[in-house]
């Protein structure tokens, strides 16, 4: 393994085949490859690359066959990064909280852009419209500011791909305009994609899958670790409401707080507004609800849930940049729901459930 090798052909050799192709596929199963990435070497220059997918990465030689099986397994981990769904940036072991970002992203893969059919104009102005930008920002200063640092499980597609949050059945409500997981619709009515020209079900399997089984994941194992656990689910909406908008007339004050009428306890949400109380703010309007992953969803009580939308007049510019000064108010109040709500360091974790059983002494 470890004697090195001078160029393709002692590569060839080295790994007992006779061919590129079969160097290949040796190097696919001796780097245990996932299933269904391809390996290739290329030697068309400049220099030799080994790759997984469409990544190569240059083998310098001399090498070792160890070396070049180590490259092999950081182009795939690099692959899996490039679509990675979601990003999980960790918290304190003993943190029961996680905030939620699913619509921050921008991002959409080349081949699901090809089935949206608006130009690329019109493709950013609906962007500008939905995406619940810098919420991801302002989730991670909160993190890094609150004295307990929660869990973080950031959308790192943009919800035009399939958006998280809806019910994958005829539950959802938002089934009626086109945009449920996938979205058929764009945000004032317009085809977004051509119905039936696009894979929904390839889709889901992808994207949505992987999410809702990585966030039920989380939840399982703070639950497993804290014993409860408090899902923030962070957005932002528009000072106007957007047509799409089942409840467009209902009032828009700078925070809205949504709520589930299993999963919220009335102690989460007398929290939340007494941390937002600098803030006007309302409860579930104009959007209502909050997100629990569906094999918790009605189920568990220890599992909590709170959506909070911030306005994004609040913390934007009319060019849609951020305003970073005005985040400020926004993270404190958040770093102090955090704080309000991590079951207390001292309790047993046996009596965990924390804060439910705490006795609150505030002006609510
Ligand atoms: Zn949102």
Known sequence: MQDPVNNLEELVRAFDVMTVADLARAIEE???????????????????????????????????????????????????EEDATFRIIAGDPDSSVIIHVPHSSREIPDDVRSDIVLDDEALEHELDAMTDAFTDVIAEHAAAASGKRPWLFVNEQSRLV????????????????????????TSTGEPLRETDAYDEDGLISRYFEPYAAAFADLVD??????????????????????????????????????????HTSKILLA????????????????????????????????????????????????????????????????????????????????????????????DQ
């Open 30 to 80: 001796a780097a245990d490859i996932e299933d269904g990435e391809t390996v290739f070497i290329d030697d068309l220059g400049p220099g030799v690359h080994v790759g997984v997918g469409s990544r190569g990465i240059e083998i310098t030689f001399p090498t070792t066959v160890h070396e070049v099986l180590a490259l092999a397994a950081e182009a795939e981990r690099l692959n899996a």
């Open 162 to 185: 399939v958006d998280p949050e809806r019910f994958p059945d005829e539950s959802e409500e938002m089934n009626a305009v086109g945009m449920g997981v996938v979205y058929t619709r």
């Open 221 to 262: 194992e703070r639950l497993a670790a804290i014993g409860s656990v408090t899902i923030l689910d962070l957005h932002s909406f528009p000072l106007n409401a957007l047509p799409y908008e089942l409840h467009g007339d209902g009032t828009r004050p700078q925070i809205c707080l949504g709520t589930d009428a299993f």
């Open 271 to 362: 929290e939340a507004l007494h941390a937002f109380s600098g803030f006007e703010r309302a409860t579930d309007s104009p959007f209502s609800g909050c997100y629990v992953p569906l094999v918790h969803y009605g189920k568990s009580s220890l599992v909590n849930a709170l959506m909070v939308e911030l306005r994004r007049d609040l913390y934007m510019d009319e060019h849609f940049q951020l305003v970073e000064p005005a985040t400020t108010p926004i993270v404190e109040a958040i770093v102090k729901l955090i704080a309000a709500i991590e079951p207390s360091s001292f309790m047993p974790a046996g009596l965990a459930g924390g804060y439910f059983n705490c006795v609150i002494a505030e």
